[in-house]
């Protein structure tokens, strides 16, 4: 791999314009990740989730450079109807569309070249495989006293160009003071046997609010891995749901740093699996001052031979007293041969905090089943229903009203 990635990287440095310091920059990261591989369950980490293994098995030896130079064609038939948005489309790991057309140009600076922060460069060897091969990255920036007029929503499409890929991709976004955005972020992949490696990160200044909201849905056989940081101030307040469904592997992973006072940062994730697919949350909620606030609830519900993995952390600081951190993860198996992983944490330095975590798993109620059966539902309508009133309390969490029917719709939730 070691002679494949040296070759691959002097293609990507010979075909682009990159500055000296940002060459610099790539080598040392491809350096560090040449020295520590892929994360494996060596890895306190990884240990549910191997992914140099995951990779091994499903795709095989990989190819880290694409060509950029081409463009692609937008497909607009995977747009979605009946929410009007803003658009940023992927295309096989190149940006090809940028629309903002619902928004007040004055208010959104879009930002190409941009020093990157130091302190994100080695959250791990993917990340660092991310900073040595990402062919472009962008910066978004909401001025102060702006809130988006309508949801963006980036597309992250593959097609069957790509085979065996190594596809990365970094976006920033800057919540100036009192500014707000909705952001969506839906999976579309017809290829086959890539490693998608995204990495998102997001600055709240004060009083501002993310709301972000990621769906892998469509059916599909790439291994992917999405890393969000968040970094918030005095009063902001972060939304993440996660729909988890389609791919073959997907590991999501939040870190929040809850940096200004009553800050507060909500994680809410759906896991609804079958086959073999393999799927992963991983949450870091870090509480470094009084007065801050985090809500998780992840739920899963497993069917054949599928896996779910969730690990919670909640870390309080010594500074930080009135903590209210909480933390709950439920499943449902369907088969005998699905299976559940939960590692709630809490690491508490403060005495004046309300901190507490949880986890269940379990088969359908066959009482309720036939409860259900009794008063004229078939097996199949009963189950149906049971499952969609355990997931309905995760999908009510979402706080755009537009955005939960969209999702409610996405994956058949009625009330």
Known sequence: MEKQLKIDFE????????????????????????????????LENWKFSDISQIIKKNIGDLSFYNDYSSSNKVDSSVFVDGLDHN?????????????????????????????????????NSLTNLNNAFKNKHCKIIINENYSLKKPLIIYHTTNNQIKSKNINLRLDFLLKKNSSISLIDIFNDTSKKNFINIFCNFELHQDSILKNYKIDKLENNNIKYCYNNIEQDTNSISETFILSSGSKFIKNEINCNLNGKYSSAFINGIFSLKDQNHHEIRSNINHLIDNTKSYQLIKS??????????????????????????????????SDTSEFNAKPELEIYADDVKCSHGSASGSLNEDSIFYLMSRGLNYKEAKELLINGFLLDVVEKITHNEIKNLIKNMIGLKE
Do not use: M
């Open 87 to 123: 658009k940023i489309v992927f295309i096989n790991g190149r940006i090809e569309k940028i629309d903002f057309k619902y928004e007040e140009k004055d208010n959104i600076e879009i930002l190409d070249d941009f020093e990157l922060k130091d302190n994100l460069s080695n959250v």
């Open 11 to 42: 293609k990507i440095i010979k075909n682009s314009k990159f500055s000296k310091k940002d060459i610099e920059h790539k080598e040392n990261n491809l350096n560090k990740f040449i020295e520590s591989g892929f994360p494996n369950r060596k």
């Open 301 to 334: 519900v497993l069917e054949n031979e599928s896996k779910s993995v969730y690990q919670g952390k909640i870390f309080v600081n010594s500074k930080a007293q009135k903590t209210d951190g909480y933390q709950l993860s439920k499943a449902i198996l369907l």
